[in-house]
């Protein structure tokens, strides 16, 4: 099967990274994966939610929106509140991030991560995830610097990839047309290219086995450290806030 845009099967799509991208945030980024693009910044709050008051440790959360013009047909804004698929993506990417971070260490402070995704063209919860990271991490060096924090805030790099079978084949970093066509959808967190944070799958349409579980994960690994890479560079290579 010839892919929609003729890359390989286990290729990713261009990535570009733009950082300090809002300058009114504590840390963002402007990401985008081929067609899709995503705006994270990270800001931090004035206290902690209520039930971590006194507790001694931090909290980091996140925030999805699709922006109206971000796909084909207008989407509403959720002015009632975010819809169930908004809240799941939420927490996902909110589990992501935590997973990064020394809680303890940041004390009784909240960082909210926002991603507000422009365009989508497939994949924007996993380049949420990778955006919202670096995001992250911006903000944490500015907040450290601001704060005298001594303590190292974030231990590990936080990675993540959507992939999965269309057509009877595998694919990695899925657009649109691809992810909608799926035979099995899956994505991959991980935690420095070599631990999995959280695995998702779906057998849309028809079930996989254990064979062509492990290729799904084994090309995920790859493209996770190819990832890293790229979100290492953004930050200059620096050592983690």
């Known amino acids: 099967m010839k892919r929609i845009d003729n890359r ?8 570009r990274m733009t950082p300090n991208f809002i300058g009114s945030a504590d840390g963002s980024i402007l990401i985008e994966m081929g067609k899709t693009r995503v705006i994270c910044s990270a800001t931090l709050l004035p206290e902690v939610p209520k039930w971590l008051k006194g507790k001694g ?4 959360t996140a925030e999805y929106a699709l922006m109206p013009q971000s ?6 804004r959720e002015r009632k ?10 927490r996902l990417i909110g589990r992501s991030l935590r997973s990064a971070a020394d809680l303890k260490a940041l004390g009784e402070r909240a960082i909210v991560v926002d991603c507000d995704v422009i365009e989508a063209d497939g994949g924007t919860r996993t380049a949420s995830i990778i955006g919202g990271f670096v995001a992250l991490a911006l903000a944490l060096k500015k907040i450290k610097s601001q704060l005298g924090i001594e303590e ?5 790099v936080i990675t ?3 992939i999965g079978v269309v057509n009877g084949e595998p694919c990695l ?3 649109y047309q691809e992810d909608s066509a799926a035979d099995v959808d899956m994505n991959v967190v991980m935690k420095d290219a070599s631990e999995f944070v959280e695995i998702q799958g779906t057998g849309e349409r028809t079930t996989f086995n254990r064979e062509m579980l492990n290729q799904l994960l084994d090309w995920s690994e790859v493209a996770c450290t190819s990832i890293r890479e790229l979100q290492l560079a953004t930050l200059n290579n620096e050592t983690l806030p």
């Open 57 to 60: 440790s931090g909290w980091i």
């Open 152 to 156: 190292r805030l974030l231990k590990h």
């Open 71 to 76: 796909t084909s047909e207008r989407v509403d």
């Open 8 to 15: 390989a099967h286990n290729e990713l799509r261009p990535i």
């Open 160 to 162: 993540a990839i959507s």
């Open 81 to 90: 509140g975010a819809s169930g698929r908004t809240q799941e993506i939420q």
């Open 173 to 175: 970093d899925l657009c």
